[in-house]
Structures are given as structure tokens and as C-alpha cells.
């Protein structure tokens, strides 16, 4: 029965090419212009650690006090140095780090070419466990590492790539910042977006891949500075590197995994209880007014997903629902025009239950034809707005077999909704009435 | 002609009158909204950042193995050598002037804090005025292009030099008009002395300058996006930048030669693709996100306008065919063909301005809606208006074709069957 549906609804369409081709385009139109939007959308509000993310917690410390506070009272969202120090030395979390953006210059002892400058953090070793950072050679490095300031890196495949040829460089050299480094890693592609372990220097969204990892006590002992943003509530009482660690200006991302609820409210204790410590010390004079938040609630709370994007992707459904209405009134115009042939196969005994079936076939056809047409579309507008978009949004949005599908589906049931209305009035001929007004 | 039998007709298709009417309605509302979208971005982007931006390039690079800055033999090293790579740049004959700078408008690097009339005061208190600062030497005015409207520019001798980390703060700096208006409204701020980030050492007005926009863009810069500071000072850092205003014309040619110039003065730095930008990419670099809204709401505006009117032609044809018979009859008993384009022209202005005048309130709605959620101004009332008088215009300019070929129909139908 089916397939003698769905020829009637070929003969169909095809005897009003006109109406059966603007109703196939807008839903067209309107499906890939949401998909488009959502491409981006889907990019940017991803969740950048799926498996481990609600483990994942960022503490924020209220050291500035009230007048430091942004408007809806929250504490700055990075730490200073004293303070990350201060918990990475309590380490009362499972496995936890501190870290800072650096952009050393780069270069092979002895090579002749021009150093590069890279972008990189300064992280202790449980970062690289505690973000499941995959590794193509070698490893992170070994806790006594931290310790004794060891001059070791973790760098990416990229600058392996450069390098050293791609080839294995574990336990190479490399020349940082004018110090020798061991190699001790290379990481195998890793370029999580959003850029959850720091927010703070990239807004969310890096075009910039991290080159080199080194210890983040290494990095404090030879003066290697911050690269990433600075937030002072008063300028630091003393000059240089070591004014800056002292004072009270937040430039240090950090991160703790804690498994259970229990660990959870256990650490929110224990910074309440450290808040209260340096309050009584008087280096405070405020309650304490911390925050713990899992790695999804951190990203929401700065706003990471561009507000551009939401609206762009409301406006796009906007255009879907305006488009389905359209086809609704096309629809409507199309099966009420064949109200004789519907009252002559009713009259023969066709039951409602198969005018509604031959119909919402019609229907889904016309869907299924958008939606073909929507994935060229969608190609085509996925294409185009890494024209328009800013280089970091625009590199993440793609295409791919979920989204095809997704547009496939989200035209056909559209269409076949659209298609309800004008079915339920088309089921609702009256026999008698049209043949004898013929 | 009377409305009446229009309407009689009108209730005999509620349903596809509906459907237009809804259409128009959401149409509208979406339409105004991305246009006041569009509108906002297009002004954003044309806001003037104060200098002359032709002819303008920065330049950024970084030393390798040079001091880190932190004791006073590392500072004079820097500042040596930042000395240098300026008087080889100003020495080149296709550059008319250049002066080491921290940043610029639109750059994405920016140095803010807070100037207060009181000592020592924290610097995100209420009532401070924030700032950006720029640091750059006594050519930074000329190179950048401002107009001085009050004091004077800096000189050699006001210049200094230190370190990144070192917070001393200047004796004296010029600041934009926005902020000597706000910290001496209807005096003159030149001579007059105020303090930086909390500083209790006091810092003199020297000079006025009409406009500065700070760098960044970003909606936290919304608040103080002309209040800048210029300092007298050379930072020293492992890093630094120099704005360089080349001579008309041979932009293209100075830009070319700094690379190997500053390779051949020290080959010790590190250069990159962005190290040497003109202007006009760090203008399209910074509104990128705005044109592409705009664009996109641009496109999304002419797909559902398209698709209204091609919804509104599909609709009326098929009206137009059911009434054949009627259109036929009206015509023998004596109508002429521009009254019955007149009743589909009117009929469609009846449903367009009952849609358009429920998508106003959509409009204001949606537009509640979207300043409630997001950074959104409310929507002026003309843009509603003008959406109003655009759709009706729409639904005129789509009922014609169908509305044309009613007027054809020849009055001989009436005698034909179905």
C-alpha cells in the first residue's frame, strides 16, 4: 500500500511543480539555516572532557574582597599565586594542578634557523592524569620533577612535527626560553575546545594549539613570567616576577579532580576552612566567599558559548518555524484542491486512516526532498560562515554524519507536522458533497 | 468598493487566512529584530578609534635569551636595545614616524586600571574612573595621529623607561577628554594632579586629547571605551612593539622591509606571521565577529522575506484558481479587470496589516525577550514601523502576479462548468 502511495504522491507533486518546488525549498532554506547555526552552536557549547568533566572542579577565592567583586558578587575567576600555591601544597583534592600561560621562545640547540615563539602552559605533573591527556611518545613527568624544579618538557606533536621530524624526541633537548630542556612526552593530538583548564587567557576558544609543557615550579624559578591575562585590585607593593607572586593579582588557572559528592563537599569545606585561616591571620577581612564548580557549571558561569551564537541559532529556528507555517498554507492549498479525488476514493470505501497515510506521505516526500536539498545547503552554509566567523568559532564548526542525519530527520518530521494540519481538513471531505457538486 | 464581501469571502478560508496572517506576523517580528541586530553591528564597527589609521603597521617581536628584566643592568639592556631597533626604524626612508607602544585600539592586549582624585584608593572601588593606559615616547602622539585639545604634547625629557613589573608610577600623562571631563567637569584638567591604580604619589594632567579608543572590544570595554591614559614611558620587557606611520604610499614597502631589518640589527628574536600587521587587518580582525552577525543576520532576513512572499504568491494562485468561476461571473455582470485586481490587492492588504500589526507586538516581544537574556538595546520604534510598512509592501508585491492573472480571466468562464 505503501508504495502506491507514494506514487500517487509522485503524480502529484509532479502536477504542480511550482508549489511542490517552494515548498521543498523553504523547508530547505529553513532546515539548513538551523543546522548551520546549530553546527556552531554545537561546536562551541560542547562539553570538552565528556567522561570526566562533572569530576573536574575549579576552586575561586575571594582575595579581593567586596570592592573586588563583579557585580553579581562573584570572586575573580582566577587565583593568585600565594593562594594556588597554598592548595597545591595542602593537595587535598585526588589529583590536582595549578597553571599559568607562557610563550617562550623555541628552538633545537645549535639549529642555524630563527627561534619560534610557542604557547604552552606551566602545569605539575598530575595535570597530565588528571585531564587524560594522550600521550604518541613518552609521558608527563614524575612527581620529584615538581619538586626539584627539573628542566623537562611535555611538548605537542605539532612542535615534535617541526622539531624533531616527527620522530620519537624522548629524552632529546630542546632549548627554551635560552635553558636546556629534556623531552620527557610528545602528546598525540589534544586540542580540547572549549579550552576548560584556561578560560581565564583564551575566553573559551583557542586557534592556537599548546606547544610545551613544563613544570610549573620551573617555571617560577627561572622567572619565566605569565602570558595570559593579569588581574590586579592593586598594584603589586613590590617590583618583578617575585612583586607579582606576592601580591594579591590573579594570573593562575586551577584545577581539581575530586570522584564523589563526599570529596566534593569535603574540598568546599576545606577552602571555607582556608578562607577562614587566612581571615584570621588578617590577610582577609571578609567572610569567605568561595567557589567549587564542576567543569560544565565553570564554563557556564564565563559565559563561554558567545552570545552571538545563541541568537544566531534562535533566529535560524525562528526561520524553520516560519517556513513550516509556509508549508502548511502550501500544503493546505495542495490537498484541498484534489477534494473531488478525495471525496471519490472515499466514496469507495477508503476509511479516514488511509487518506490521512496517503497524504502525510506526500508530506514526509516533500520532506525528505528539503532535507536533501537542506544538507546542500547546510554544506554550503557550514562552509560559508567559517568565511564570516571569527577564526577560533569558525575552525571548530564541521560537518558531519550526526549533523547530515540530523537535518535529513529534522526536515522530514517537520514536514510531515506541517503536513498534519492540512491532512486532518483533507480527511474531513465530505463524499456526498463533492460529487454531486461535480 | 466596499470591504464587506471581502470578508465574507475571507471567512470561507480562515485557515489559509490565518496561515499568511501568522507568517506575516512572525516574519515581521524576526525581520525587525535582525535588522536592529544588523543596525547596532554596523555601528559598532564604524565607531572611530581616534587616530589616523592609514599608513598606520605595528610591529611585534620578542628577544630570545635577553634579561629578564627584574634588576636594573637587565632594564638598561632592554631599553638599549630597544633603542636600537628605533632609531633603525625611524632611520628607514619609507617610514615617516614611529614610537614603541603597548597596544593599540582593537588590538586584543590591553593594560586598564583606575585614576582616582584620592591617594591610595583600591582600584575597582566605585566612583574611580577606569582607564586603559598606552606607554609610548614623545612620538607616540604624532605617529598615532591624535589631536591634542588642550596642554601640550610630551617631550624627550618626560620620558622614562622601566620594567614590565615595576609599578611607578609617571609624573605626568595626557588623558583623553572623556576622562578630564568626567574628573574636572567644566574646568580644565591641564595642571591638575590625580592618582593611578591606588597610587599615593600624585600624577599631573599635562595634556588633553579629543579621542583614544581603548584597545579591545569586548562588551566589558562598553563602560570606558574612550577613557585612555597616555604615559611617557618606555616598557622593558622580552618583548616589544613599535607603531610605525609610513609615508603615503610606501606602506606596503616598509612593511616588506622589517622583518630582515630587525633580523639584521639582532637576529636573537623570534618573528612570526603576525609580527607585522597593518592597521586595517587589526580593524577586520577585531569586528570580524560583528560583520559575520551581520551577514548572517542579512541572509536570514532575505531567506524569510523570500519565502513569505513566494508562501503569499503560492496561496492567493491557488485562491485565484478555486474562484475562477466567481471571478467569471463578477466579470460578465459588468466588473472591470482593475477591480478585481483591486479586491486580491485589497484582500492581502486586509490579512498583511492584521499580521503586521500582531508581528509588532511580536517584534517588541521578541525584542524584551532577547534584552532580557542578552546584551541587547531595546529596538527603536521606527525600526518596527519601517518592518510594518516593509511586509505590508511585500504582501502587496506578491499578490500581484496571482492577483494580474485573476484580472484575466475572461468573463466567458462563467458560462463554463467546473
Known sequence: ?438 | MTTHPILAALRKHKAGVVLIALQIALTLAIVCNAIFIIGQRIERVHRVTGIDESNLFLVTQQWVGAPDGDDAAGVAKLDNMQREDLAALRNLPDVASVAPINSLPLLNSSWNGAISLKPGSEMRKGGNTRTTFYFGDEQMLSTLGVRLVAGRAFTVADVQHRSMHDQTEPTVVIVTKPIADKLFPGGSAVGKAMYLDGSTVPTTIIGVIERLQVPGTGSWTNTFAYNATLEPLRIDANYSRYVVRAKPGRMEAAMKAMPSLLYKINPMRVLDDDSVKSFADIRAAAYRADVGMAILMGVVCLVLLGVTAAGIVGLTSFWVGQRHRQIGVRRALGARKIDILHYFQIENLMIAGAGALIGVALAVGLNAWLMKHFEMDRIPVVYVLVGLVALVALGQAAVFVPARRASNVSPIEATRAV
Open chain 1, 1 to 438: 500500500m505503501f508504495s502506491y502511495y507514494l506514487e500517487l504522491a509522485l503524480r502529484s507533486l509532479k502536477r504542480s511543480p511550482g508549489l511542490t518546488l517552494l515548498m521543498v525549498l523553504a523547508i530547505g532554506f529553513g532546515v539548513s539555516a538551523s543546522m548551520t547555526t546549530y553546527s556552531v552552536f554545537r561546536a562551541v557549547s560542547g562539553d570538552p572532557i565528556p567522561w570526566k568533566s562533572s569530576q573536574l572542579f575549579v576552586p575561586q577565592i575571594d582575595m579581593w574582597g567586596p570592592d573586588g567583586r563583579s557585580a553579581d558578587g562573584e570572586p575573580p575567576n582566577a587565583l593568585d599565586y600565594v593562594d594556588a600555591v597554598a592548595l597545591m601544597r595542602d593537595h587535598r583534592a585526588k589529583l590536582q594542578s595549578a597553571s599559568y600561560r607562557i610563550a617562550p621562545p623555541v628552538q633545537v640547540p645549535g639549529s642555524r634557523r630563527h627561534p619560534i615563539s610557542v604557547s604552552g602552559h606551566a602545569v605539575y605533573s598530575e595535570f597530565f592524569p588528571m585531564l587524560d591527556v594522550p600521550f604518541q611518545y613518552g609521558s608527563g613527568w614524575a612527581v620529584d620533577a615538581d619538586t626539584n624544579q627539573a628542566a623537562v618538557v611535555v611538548i605537542s606533536g605539532k612542535l615534535n612535527q617541526e622539531m624533531f621530524d616527527g620522530k620519537n624526541s624522548v629524552g632529546k633537548t630542546l632549548d627554551i626560553h635560552g635553558k636546556d630542556y629534556q623531552v620527557v612526552g610528545v602528546l598525540a593530538k589534544w586540542d580540547p575546545q572549549p579550552r576548560f583548564y584556561d578560560v581565564v587567557d583564551t575566553g573559551g576558544f583557542d586557534t592556537n594549539s599548546d606547544d610545551v609543557f613544563i613544570p610549573f615550579t620551573r617555571a617560577i624559578a627561572v622567572n619565566l613570567s605569565n602570558a595570559g591575562n593579569t588581574s590586579c585590585n592593586s598594584n603589586p607593593a613590590e617590583p618583578g616576577f617575585v612583586g607579582m607572586q606576592r601580591s594579591t593579582c590573579t594570573w593562575i588557572e586551577y584545577m581539581a579532580e575530586l570522584d564523589s559528592a563526599a570529596a566534593v563537599q569535603k574540598y568546599r569545606d576545606y577552602l571555607n576552612g582556608y578562607a577562614l585561616a587566612q581571615k584570621n591571620a588578617g590577610r582577609f577581612n571578609w567572610s569567605p566567599n568561595n567557589r567549587l564548580r564542576d567543569v560544565p557549571a565553570f564554563l557556564d558561569s564565563q559565559h563561554v558559548v558567545p552570545s552571538d551564537t545563541k541568537v544566531s541559532l534562535m533566529v535560524a529556528l525562528g526561520l524553520l518555524i516560519v517556513c513550516l507555517v509556509n508549508t502548511v498554507g502550501l500544503l493546505l492549498a495542495k490537498f484541498l484542491r484534489r477534494s473531488s479525488e478525495i471525496g471519490v476514493r472515499r466514496a469507495l470505501g477508503a476509511p479516514q486512516a488511509a487518506i490521512y497515510a496517503q497524504f502525510l506521505t506526500e508530506a514526509g516526500i516533500v520532506g525528505l526532498a528539503g532535507g536533501v536539498v537542506g544538507l546542500v545547503f547546510t554544506g554550503v552554509g557550514v562552509f560559508s560562515v567559517g568565511l564570516v566567523l571569527p577564526k577560533d568559532i569558525a575552525a571548530l564548526a564541521h560537518v558531519n554524519f550526526s549533523l547530515l542525519l540530523l537535518t535529513l530527520v529534522i526536515a522530514v518530521v517537520s514536514a510531515v507536522l506541517a503536513g498534519l494540519y492540512p491532512t486532518f481538513r483533507a480527511s474531513r471531505v465530505q463524499p456526498a458533497w463533492q460529487l454531486k457538486s461535480n
